[in-house]
């Protein structure tokens, strides 16, 4: 398939099942909500090594929020509900309650619930006091600025991580300006995340390695200063190769964020040093989502 | 839907207990056999039909007419549908009544809304004393719900109230939220002597400042805390004064007690 002058190779991405949870962060400002959501999802890229992915979904308007005040939606996915719970726990006690006038709030009801404040809670040494408005339980927890206010649970739901695409471009450059122009598209998309640094990662990996001791390594086919030397998988004109990894919350949402993705870098074209659009996979054994480029971008 | 009305025949001189007419307990009865219910009032047993005219048909509405002011547990248990009654009402309305709503056009007895888990009460007069308070031999109050009252309330409003929300638009008398466990009272307007009397824990809003504060209440400064936008947000669809607190920029003065029993009680004086 070419778009633009643009090859969508004939590949898919394969993704898996995962957990996730919405919460929504608020404080005084826009500024202090970026704060905490930024601590809280920081050091989440990817499972393997972070116990969670996340990031920042969108902002909120003090209209969307249930405090009245300017905020922001985190995702956060995990491979099990138990190490969400976990994940959840730690990171808003570390990075939410620690912040200046920041609250947080559950930001899915339907699904199994898990503790957001209900653990912390105890921070308040007794003083802490609960309240229950229109049947969902708040934490008002005294702490050094005021009050810090928090849903007692949040719901988890199954979701879907490690939907991909990656940018063949003729220079690094050229590769990074494409993952730019996509990744704001996509960020214009609800429900899905895009968790490694600016939402771009550089280090695509293939399963195993040549040293026991590692799971994964880098994936050479991709790597171009190794061409002469591997069964790469790049054409002579490919100096440069990088990744865009999304979470979302169903399937249909990393599709579409994956088409606003590609249409955003075929758009540029290959006078702009986009020439190739390829996936990664595992051979499609280890995911149970398969994301195919060509359906994705059918017309 | 269908709908039943109870017609008040005469003021009765003794109090009766209308436990048993409740949505649930006349579900697929037919008018007959409604009118058989016999009703507790003293000592004796009053047939349903001999204290009312029976209209309609057994639904999910209650209506009830007349001097109702001696009939007691009106709604008691219910779980849904919709009482309304025109006029006054007894004592014990809704206690322990986990749904539905009830809807009461005067004023109504002591110890409305005792027990109550859930649903809803609207009393457009006042309320007697002990308003969502335990009944003797009980240890909580009110356990959920919200009731609105857009009279006044009588003395020991909240007592023993475990959790939900009681909202008086007019006065309440001495010793509002006595021995409150938890839960939300708002009072708009003034409170009599010693409000929070023993108050362990929960919230008493209040829209004025009170003549007289409780000496076992420590104040806490000044805050526009954010629990308060909350509360306003889930109150706006609610009649004035109810709905018409602003859902931003309030501030209060907060003071904790009862200091003499445990004390994590808050009154919230709105400034």
Not at chain 1, 207 to 235: E, H, M, W
Not at chain 1, 239 to 257: F, Q, R, Y
Not at chain 2, 139 to 163: I, K
Request: contains cysteine; neutral net charge.
């Amino acid at each position: 398939m070419q778009l633009n002058g643009v090859l969508i190779d004939d590949e898919f991405a394969e993704a898996f099942g995962m957990k996730a949870t919405r919460v929504i962060i608020t404080a005084q400002n826009l500024t202090w909500a970026y704060h905490a959501a930024t601590a809280a999802t920081g050091f989440a890229t990817s499972v393997i090594g972070c116990g969670c992915e996340a990031g920042v979904e969108r902002e909120l308007t003090s209209a969307e929020t249930p405090d009245g005040r300017p905020g922001v939606a985190i995702l956060l996915f995990a491979m099990s509900g138990k190490e969400l719970a976990k994940q959840i726990e730690r990171r808003i006690g570390q990075c939410v309650l620690t912040a200046p006038t920041s609250a947080a709030f559950a930001g899915l009801t339907e699904g199994e619930p898990v503790a957001l404040g209900k653990n912390l809670r105890f921070f308040g040494d007794g003083f802490q006091a609960s309240k229950q408005i229109s049947g969902r339980r708040y934490w008002r927890i005294p702490v050094m600025d005021g009050e810090f206010l928090v849903e007692e649970t949040t719901a988890i739901m199954p979701a879907v991580g490690g939907g991909n695409f990656l940018v063949l471009a003729e220079s690094q450059p050229q590769a990074l300006a494409a993952c730019e122009a996509a990744i704001t598209a996509m960020k214009k998309i609800p429900n899905v995340i895009m968790p490694f640094p600016g939402g771009v990662v550089r280090s695509g990996s293939k399963v195993g390695s040549k040293y026991k001791a590692l799971i994964a390594s880098t994936n050479d086919a991709f790597c171009p200063t190794i061409r002469g030397v591997t069964r790469s998988q790049l054409s002579p004109e490919i100096g440069s190769v990088m990744e865009i990894v999304i979470d979302g919350l169903t399937a249909e949402d990393i599709s579409k964020s994956m088409r606003v993705g590609i249409q955003a870098m075929v758009d540029l074209g290959p006078s702009e040093g986009v020439r190739r659009i390829s996936a990664g996979n595992y051979g499609g054994k280890l995911g149970k989502f398969h994301f195919r480029l060509h359906e994705i971008m059918a017309p | 839907m269908s709908s039943l009305r109870l017609t008040l025949r005469e003021r009765t001189a003794q109090r009766v207990d209308l436990a048993p007419l409740t949505i649930d307990l006349l579900a697929g009865r037919s008018l007959a056999a409604v009118g058989a219910i016999e009703l507790a009032s003293g000592n004796r047993r009053l047939r349903v039909d001999r204290l009312f005219t029976l209209e309609g048909t057994p639904g999910d509405t209650i209506e009830i007419r007349g001097d109702a002011s001696q009939l007691d547990r009106i709604g008691a248990g219910m779980t849904g549908g919709r009482v309304i009654v025109q006029g006054d009402a007894g004592d014990q309305l809704g206690l322990g009544m986990t749904g539905g709503v009830i809807e009461v056009s005067g004023s109504v007895g002591a110890f409305a809304a005792s027990g109550m888990r859930g649903g809803e009460i609207r009393i457009a007069g006042d309320a007697g004393d002990f308003l969502a308070g335990a009944i003797p031999g009980n240890h909580q109050g009110m356990q959920g719900g919200l009731v609105l009252v857009s009279g006044n309330a009588g003395d020991r409003a909240g007592d023993r109230m475990r959790r939900g929300t009681v909202l008086v638009a007019g006065d309440t008398g001495d010793y509002c939220a006595s021995r409150m466990v938890a839960g939300t009272i708002g009072v708009w307007g003034k409170v009599g002597r010693s409000t929070g009397l023993a108050m362990r824990r929960g919230t008493v809003l209040l829209q004025q400042s009170p003549s007289t504060l409780p000496p076992t209440f420590n104040d806490c400064g000044e805050f526009p805390f954010s629990f308060l936008t909350l509360l306003a947000r889930a109150w706006k669809d609610l009649p004035a004064p109810f709905g018409t607190l602003p859902d931003s920029g309030v501030r209060v003065r907060r003071l904790m007690g009862d200091l003499a029993n445990d004390g994590r009680g808050e009154i919230l004086i709105r400034l």
